[in-house]
């Protein structure tokens, strides 16, 4: 009978689609079960994704640790807060704040960009000399970056209310939102992977010297890299802010990063599908431990209570995957549509065609 | 105002960063790990202090003693369990170990003590001041001073006159050199991780001494203190540590009464910007070296 | 009496395999060199032996003991000294503790006075230079030291890779004297040179090494004439070159 048509656009894109349709199903199934407290969890997870994708696209392709993406969240909260809350909140919750900011009110959309390009922009401008270094000075460096930024938003505290916790949020991001932009930066953090700066970006990670010396300019590859994991942690921090409606700069420290890199590693740092693997993942067991948490503690049986249980049993899991499966979960390659089912083509080969 | 009492705390400072930024290099030189998990060796012997303290009345001294041992075989156990079987994997898989070492430590004190901050036991001595020259020194400051002049000396010791202190210099100019030349990799590692641990229990007698008290996140600064000592000094050389430790402890210091108000509470970010500067521009540390060989 | 027997090896380096099936022997007392070209695989040879890379197949023998696989320390311990390209000599150390660490494998026998004295008559600059830094010596001196270094650990096999390498004419004289006067005195040696002529002068055997196999082995009167030597280093002319000069 009829043979379905090749679709060599799908198949090379495949990966995007086999991750995009569960997310999206995952949704949909959330909004069909209507439980509040999973709506919260996938809510969250969605913005855990971007934020694991940030990572991604720096540290997976440029194979260097990036630990400022916390402190791009950071930046992206507080930017686009002060650009969404009312004025009469800013002027409460924040009464140093300069006279101009506090007057000026941004729709909800307009202020998520705002955090990312304000997070992107402060990476644009300090983070170009970083990228000439590798291994250990890059690493530290850029954890450098995440010190220096998280001692700024806790005593710039016109901006930012200093080490309190911030109030007066609007409660701006739902379930909706964060699945329709956890697709968007799902297929941004694709493109750039698959795009001729991602593939430089490997291809030097692998030899620098082979890489230099066919004219890749891998510091300026890196710099896009990072400034546009930058935007995106900027963008995923608004849309966070705007859902935990009241935080401290100690939400975009080491803890967080910690989170994220946990995600990324046990899932795999090689591609995107380890990210959104990594994230699903940990989430369900996070919330899991974390029920597991709370019974013992209503039960009183341990004193003090059960806390950082999770933690721990986080930091053993990602011991142990470095240990035993360093790749992560993916092992280094990607979900792709298999080979042949419903006639479509995997990444290789056309089909023949009829003669 | 530069008084002595001033001058012999900035010392006392830098005494204490350049034994944390040793116990950060002596692994570092020799493996490339930058172990986040240093600074919780810190939280380890505070705590050991406070749960000995739980226990049949004991001199200080012994307890001093038995906390440090706690870091160093913690030390030596974090190696063995979780650095030495990615140890062939890449450095950025170590560094991920020992913040997930550094999460496990932190969370672990948390859950089996408690968040809150629990007090430590201090020597008398501790709290004490002596005069000289008209001014009041806690003796503190000075016990610090001369506990790290004796444990540097003790390593200069080891390091100079022993093999196994050759051996360890050795594996941190060239590791697989040393390897080959029959030298057992695994004791080389092993001994260094102690050293770091002794070195880091030692401080953290000092560092919870300030506050008499101890919480699960003391670690944070600690850690924070040894990257900037041990960028500052070279990251390589050992003696760049101590002298980095110096530097960083005395200019803090002298920040500290130099800077206006209003920039003080940026004084650690300064501190990272300098590190940034320092390995964009001379990433061989400030002080000078002897090495001319090729470096990895 | 032979103490190495290289049986057939095949290793892989990365995804090239870089040794295919080469075999070769050295007996107590030989001067034995592997020659060749870049990338024939001299180096490879010298760091499977020395247990720096695994052989997929095949054996090591040295000494009646199968050694393939087994790591550099324990291969260093039962006798085999390698003194790798580049030197590697420890920058921060002083001449002193250079050698103080080649003995490390003799434990606790090591009359270390003795021994350096036994250096300092074998490399006179080297006696000069004792409490200096490593770092700090010139490249002929590194050398020196490295070669010092590993005969302290009184190897039963001294296998030296590439020692002229980055020598200027006056050195590498020195490097060959030295070598020679070594086997003269019974170290047993292998030795992986590029520089053919000066190695086929002092040595007793060769193996010609191409594209990770053995293609002629022999005496240098042997290899001279049925190797591709001159072929394979300066071409055809240079082949005509060289076998004027035999004449």
Same mark, same amino acid.
């Given at each position: 009978?009829?043979?379905?048509?090749?679709?060599?656009?799908?198949?090379?894109?495949?990966?995007?689609?086999?991750?995009?349709?569960?997310?999206?199903?995952?949704?949909?199934?959330?909004?069909?079960?209507?439980?509040?407290?999973?709506?919260?969890?996938? !809510?969250?997870?969605?913005?855990?994704?971007?934020?694991?994708?940030?990572?991604?696209?720096?540290?997976?392709?440029?194979?260097?640790?990036?630990?400022?993406?916390?402190?791009?969240?950071?930046?992206?909260?507080?930017?686009?807060?002060?650009?969404?809350?009312?004025?009469?909140?800013?002027?409460? #919750?924040?009464?140093?704040?300069?006279?101009?900011?506090?007057?000026?009110?941004?729709?909800?959309?307009?202020?998520?960009?705002?955090?990312?390009?304000?997070? #992107?922009?402060?990476?644009?401008?300090?983070?170009?000399?970083?990228?000439?270094?590798?291994? #250990?000075?890059?690493?530290?460096?850029?954890?450098?970056?995440?010190?220096?930024?998280?001692?700024?938003?806790?005593?710039?505290?016109?901006?930012?209310?200093?080490?309190? !916790?911030?109030?007066?949020?609007?409660?701006?991001?739902?379930?909706?939102?964060?699945?329709?932009?956890?697709?968007?930066?799902?297929?941004?953090?694709?493109?750039?992977?698959?795009?001729?700066?991602?593939?430089?970006?490997?291809?030097?990670?692998?030899? #620098?010297?082979?890489?230099?010396?066919?004219?890749?300019?891998?510091?300026?590859?890196?710099?896009?890299?990072?400034?546009?994991?930058?935007?995106?942690?900027?963008?995923?921090?608004?849309?966070?802010?705007?859902?935990?409606?009241?935080?401290?700069?100690?939400?975009?420290?080491?803890?967080?990063?910690?989170?994220?890199?946990?995600?990324?590693?046990?899932?795999?740092?090689?591609?995107?599908?380890?990210?959104?693997?990594?994230?699903?993942?940990? !989430?369900?067991?996070?919330?899991?431990?974390?029920?597991?948490?709370?019974?013992?503690?209503?039960?009183?049986?341990?004193?003090?209570?059960?806390?950082?249980? !999770?933690?721990?049993?986080?930091?053993?899991?990602?011991?142990?995957?470095?240990?035993?499966?360093?790749?992560?979960?993916?092992?280094?390659?990607?979900?792709?549509?298999?080979?042949?089912?419903?006639?479509?083509?995997?990444?290789?080969?056309?089909?023949?065609?009829?003669? | 105002?530069?008084?002595?009492?001033?001058?012999?705390?900035?010392?006392?400072?830098?005494?204490?960063?350049?034994?944390?930024?040793?116990?950060?290099?002596?692994?570092?030189?020799?493996?490339?790990?930058?172990?986040?998990? +240093?600074?919780?060796?810190?939280?380890?012997?505070?705590?050991?202090?406070?749960?000995?303290?739980?226990? &049949?009345?004991?001199?200080?001294?012994?307890?001093?003693?038995?906390?440090?041992?706690?870091?160093?075989?913690?030390?030596?156990?974090?190696?063995?369990?979780?650095?030495?079987?990615?140890?062939?994997? $890449?450095?950025?898989?170590?560094?991920?170990?020992?913040?997930?070492?550094?999460?496990?430590?932190?969370?672990?004190?948390?859950?089996?003590? $408690? &968040?809150?901050?629990?007090? %430590? &036991?201090? &020597?008398?001595?501790?709290?004490?001041?002596?005069?000289?020259?008209?001014?009041?020194?806690?003796?503190?400051?000075?016990?610090?001073?001369?506990?790290?002049?004796?444990?540097?000396?003790?390593?200069?010791?080891?390091?100079?006159?022993?093999?196994?202190?050759?051996?360890?210099?050795?594996?941190?100019?060239?590791?697989?050199?040393?390897?080959?030349?029959?030298?057992?990799?695994?004791? %080389?590692?092993?001994?260094?991780?102690?050293?770091?641990?002794?070195?880091?229990?030692?401080?953290?007698?000092?560092?919870?001494?300030?506050?008499?008290?101890?919480?699960?996140?003391?670690?944070?600064?600690?850690?924070?203190?040894?990257?900037?000592?041990?960028?500052?000094?070279?990251?390589?050389?050992?003696?760049?540590?101590?002298?980095?430790? +110096?530097?960083?402890?005395?200019?803090?210091?002298?920040?500290?009464?130099?800077?206006?108000?209003?920039?003080?509470?940026?004084?650690?970010?300064?501190?990272?910007?300098?590190?940034?500067?320092?390995?964009?521009?001379?990433?061989?540390?400030?002080?000078?070296?002897?090495?001319?060989?090729?470096? %990895? | 009496?032979? *103490?190495?027997?290289?049986?057939?090896?095949?290793?892989?380096?990365?995804?090239?395999?870089?040794?295919?099936?080469?075999?070769?022997?050295?007996?107590?007392?030989?001067?034995?060199?592997?020659?060749?070209?870049?990338?024939?695989?001299?180096?490879?040879?010298?760091?499977?032996?020395?247990?720096?890379?695994?052989?997929?197949?095949?054996?090591?023998?040295?000494?009646?003991?199968?050694?393939?696989?087994?790591?550099?320390? /324990?291969?260093?311990?039962?006798?085999?000294?390698?003194?790798?390209?580049?030197?590697?000599?420890?920058?921060?150390?002083? *001449?002193?503790?250079?050698?103080?660490?080649?003995?490390?494998?003799?434990?606790?026998?090591?009359?270390?006075?003795?021994?350096?004295?036994?250096?300092?008559?074998?490399?006179?600059?080297?006696?000069?230079?004792?409490?200096?830094?490593?770092?700090?010596?010139?490249?002929?001196?590194?050398?020196?030291?490295?070669?010092?270094?590993?005969?302290?650990?009184?190897?039963?096999?001294?296998?030296?890779?590439?020692?002229?390498?980055?020598?200027?004419?006056?050195? *590498?004289?020195?490097?060959?004297?030295?070598?020679?006067?070594?086997?003269?005195?019974?170290?047993?040696?292998?030795?992986?040179?590029?520089?053919? @002529?000066?190695?086929?002068?002092? *040595?007793?055997?060769?193996?010609?090494?191409?594209?990770?196999?053995? @293609?002629?082995?022999?005496?240098?009167?042997?290899?001279?004439?049925?190797?591709?030597?001159?072929?394979? /280093?300066?071409?055809?002319?240079?082949?005509?070159?060289?076998?004027?000069?035999?004449?």
């Amino acid at each position: 009978m009829m043979h379905m048509k090749p679709l060599p656009w799908f198949s090379r894109n495949s990966t995007f689609f086999v991750l995009a349709v569960p997310l999206l199903l995952i949704s949909l199934v959330t909004v069909l079960i209507g439980d509040l407290l999973i709506e919260r969890i996938v !809510t969250v997870l969605f913005i855990d994704v971007i934020l694991v994708l940030a990572l991604q696209v720096f540290m997976g392709n440029s194979g260097i640790l990036s630990f400022a993406v916390a402190g791009f969240m950071g930046i992206g909260a507080y930017s686009s807060v002060l650009f969404s809350m009312t004025p009469a909140a800013k002027a409460a #919750a924040l009464p140093d704040l300069y006279s101009f900011l506090t007057q000026i009110q941004l729709p909800f959309l307009v202020s998520l960009l705002i955090g990312g390009l304000v997070a #992107a922009l402060v990476a644009a401008i300090v983070a170009y000399p970083l990228m000439r270094l590798s291994d #250990a000075a890059g690493v530290i460096t850029i954890f450098s970056l995440l010190v220096i930024i998280n001692v700024v938003l806790v005593h710039w505290s016109a901006l930012t209310n200093g080490p309190r !916790t911030l109030f007066g949020v609007d409660r701006f991001t739902y379930l909706g939102t964060t699945t329709v932009f956890c697709i968007i930066f799902l297929a941004v953090a694709w493109w750039f992977k698959e795009s001729s700066t991602g593939l430089k970006l490997r291809a030097s990670r692998d030899d #620098a010297f082979a890489a230099a010396s066919i004219g890749i300019n891998i510091v300026m590859m890196r710099y896009l890299a990072f400034v546009l994991s930058a935007f995106m942690a900027g963008f995923a921090g608004g849309l966070w802010a705007h859902f935990i409606t009241s935080f401290s700069p100690y939400a975009f420290y080491l803890s967080a990063m910690f989170v994220f890199l946990a995600m990324l590693v046990i899932g795999g740092p090689n591609g995107i599908s380890g990210a959104v693997v990594g994230t699903v993942m940990v !989430t369900l067991l996070r919330e899991g431990l974390r029920s597991i948490e709370n019974n013992v503690n209503m039960s009183k049986i341990l004193p003090s209570g059960l806390v950082g249980f !999770t933690e721990i049993v986080m930091a053993i899991l990602l011991i142990a995957i470095l240990i035993l499966r360093p790749a992560g979960i993916m092992g280094g390659t990607e979900v792709r549509w298999p080979r042949g089912l419903f006639g479509l083509r995997g990444k290789r080969g056309t089909p023949a065609k009829d003669v | 105002m530069i008084t002595l009492d001033f001058i012999i705390n900035a010392i006392s400072l830098g005494s204490t960063y350049a034994l944390l930024a040793l116990g950060m290099v002596i692994v570092y030189g020799i493996l490339k790990l930058v172990n986040f998990a +240093y600074g919780e060796l810190i939280m380890i012997t505070g705590y050991s202090l406070f749960v000995l303290a739980l226990g &049949p009345h004991l001199p200080w001294i012994i307890m001093a003693v038995l906390a440090v041992g706690v870091a160093v075989l913690t030390s030596y156990l974090t190696e063995r369990v979780a650095f030495r079987p990615v140890r062939s994997n $890449s450095f950025t898989a170590m560094l991920i170990t020992s913040f997930a070492v550094s999460t496990l430590l932190q969370n672990a004190a948390l859950l089996i003590i $408690s &968040p809150r901050a629990r007090g %430590v &036991p201090l &020597p008398d001595v501790f709290s004490e001041s002596v005069a000289i020259w008209g001014q009041s020194v806690p003796i503190r400051s000075l016990l610090a001073i001369v506990t790290s002049l004796l444990l540097l000396g003790l390593l200069v010791v080891l390091l100079r006159r022993t093999v196994l202190g050759i051996a360890l210099r050795a594996a941190s100019d060239n590791f697989r050199m040393t390897r080959m030349l029959g030298v057992p990799a695994n004791l %080389v590692i092993s001994v260094a991780f102690a050293i770091s641990g002794l070195l880091a229990g030692v401080v953290g007698l000092f560092w919870v001494g300030r506050t008499a008290s101890v919480t699960p996140t003391i670690g944070a600064a600690p850690l924070l203190v040894a990257f900037v000592a041990t960028v500052i000094g070279g990251m390589r050389s050992l003696l760049g540590a101590v002298v980095g430790g +110096y530097i960083y402890g005395i200019v803090f210091s002298l920040i500290g009464v130099l800077l206006p108000q209003g920039l003080l509470e940026f004084r650690e970010a300064f501190m990272f910007l300098i590190v940034i500067l320092i390995l964009l521009f001379r990433p061989e540390g400030l002080i000078r070296g002897v090495n001319s060989s090729r470096r %990895v | 009496m032979s *103490v190495l027997s290289v049986d057939n090896i095949f290793v892989r380096y990365g995804a090239i395999t870089a040794l295919r099936g080469v075999s070769l022997s050295v007996a107590e007392g030989e001067l034995v060199a592997l020659i060749g070209v870049n990338g024939a695989g001299k180096s490879t040879t010298l760091s499977t032996i020395a247990g720096g890379l695994k052989p997929h197949q095949g054996s090591i023998t040295f000494q009646g003991e199968q050694l393939q696989g087994k790591s550099p320390e /324990y291969i260093t311990r039962k006798g085999i000294a390698l003194v790798p390209e580049g030197r590697e000599i420890f920058p921060s150390l002083t *001449v002193a503790e250079n050698l103080r660490l080649g003995a490390f494998v003799r434990g606790s026998r090591v009359e270390f006075q003795h021994d350096v004295a036994e250096m300092v008559e074998l490399f006179p600059i080297l006696g000069e230079r004792l409490r200096q830094a490593g770092g700090t010596l010139s490249g002929g001196e590194q050398q020196q030291l490295a070669v010092a270094r590993a005969l302290m650990s009184h190897p039963r096999l001294l296998m030296l890779d590439e020692p002229s390498l980055g020598l200027s004419p006056v050195l *590498v004289d020195q490097i060959f004297e030295l070598i020679d006067r070594l086997h003269r005195r019974g170290v047993t040696i292998l030795l992986v040179e590029q520089n053919v @002529e000066r190695t086929l002068a002092i *040595v007793d055997r060769a193996y010609l090494l191409h594209t990770g196999q053995v @293609e002629v082995e022999g005496t240098p009167a042997h290899i001279r004439e049925f190797g591709n030597v001159e072929g394979v /280093y300066l071409g055809d002319r240079g082949r005509d070159a060289g076998r004027k000069e035999h004449q």
